[in-house]
């Protein structure tokens, strides 16, 4: 289970970083239009679109390796099982709150789908299609925010800290 899931959120990451290369392509390939003066319509969106599904996509990577800001003041200063009640309350409300945003999302997709819904720019895209990154990027993180309240509930749970706080000066 656990290659399962960390496959999931790995590939997650992939897709997020393909996307990010996408969003790369329309900056410069609006960069270029510009200098030789031809319009792609669209490009606009679809370099928001990208962005959007990137950065949804990514969550659940970044949760997995420690990444997110996470104020640690009181923990540290808390005794042992004190730290892990806060630790389960604090991963339980996160959960419930990933599962809200993952319902929501999934209903926007859903909705947008079914009242084709388009966007109102020249590019007339169907909506639903890159609501589909935020969906299934929210629906990754709660399944890695399930993951990590089950691994602390457990004992099991890892907990990685970002080497970017060492590096600051």
């Not at 590939?11 to 270029?32: D, K, Q, R, Y």
């Not at 730290?83 to 339980?92: F, I």
Request: charged letters at 15%; hydrophobic letters at 55%.
């Amino acid at each position: 289970m656990r290659k399962l899931l960390d496959g999931i959120y790995d590939s997650a990451a992939a897709l997020a970083a393909l996307f990010m290369v996408g969003l790369l392509v329309m900056v410069m390939l609006s960069i270029v239009s510009r200098q030789l003066s031809f319009h792609v319509p669209g490009i606009d969106a679809y370099a928001g679109y990208l962005m959007a599904a990137s950065g949804f996509l990514a969550l659940a990577h970044t949760l997995k390796r420690g990444e997110h800001i996470r104020v640690t003041l009181l923990l540290n200063a808390l005794p042992g099982r004190w730290t892990k009640a806060l630790d389960v309350g604090a991963l339980g409300l996160a959960t419930l709150l990933a599962a809200l945003f993952a319902f929501y999302s999934c209903k926007l997709a859903w909705q947008s789908r079914t009242f084709n819904d388009i966007s109102t720019g020249s590019d007339a895209t169907p909506l639903w299609l890159p609501q589909l990154g935020m969906a299934l990027g929210t629906v990754i993180f709660l399944v890695a925010f399930i993951d990590e309240l089950v691994l602390e509930i457990r004992g099991q749970r890892v907990t990685t800290t970002s080497s970017e706080a060492l590096r600051n000066e």
